[in-house]
């Protein structure tokens, strides 16, 4: 399955709309809400990602577009099987700089989007993963400068890609593997 979003064309999306948010921060509040919100619409995440939107603009009926696809595949991808979950944010082609701070955006974003909805869950992996986030977040990127640290964050962004998955599996598991407990009986 391919549902890949590349990040530059995403990023290029929020520039023509009403928005403070970047690409990571909006893509990260989609993926917390979804994880709190099995019944996530586009205009659920569009009315906390924007101010407003003109579809009569044709500029922003195209970014409209472009962000119903965004969400249609980041819902795919959460959602996918063979965990072919990406976070959106800048590649290892930017500059180490610009890819921590885009994954401090994205864990920001993720971690406003799990507020959304009241959490109920006990879960300690969910708990520790939500603080370590937090951490994560609050990272400073002027520590980041040699290769070691680009190795480093290469870790780091696939513990919150895997970490993702396991709230969202924990808040929202799979219809296909869930057993009723009726049927255990």
Known sequence: MNNAIDYDEAKSVLHLLNTDDTISSAHGILCGFACVKPDLTLDNWLGEIL???DLNNLNEKLAHEQLAQIYNNTLLQLNDATLNFKLLIADEDCKLR???DTLIKW?????????L???STNDEDVLEMMKDLNEISQLDVDMLDNEQNAQDLNGIIEY?????LLIQETLQPSKQDYISPELLH
Do not use: D, H, P, Y
Request: net charge positive.
């Open 160 to 164: 919150v890609r895997m970490g993702t």
């Open 98 to 100: 610009e890819q921590a």
């Open 117 to 119: 909805q009241k959490i």
């Open 51 to 53: 101010v407003s939107i």
């Open 107 to 115: 864990c920001q974003g993720f971690l406003l989007g799990l507020g």
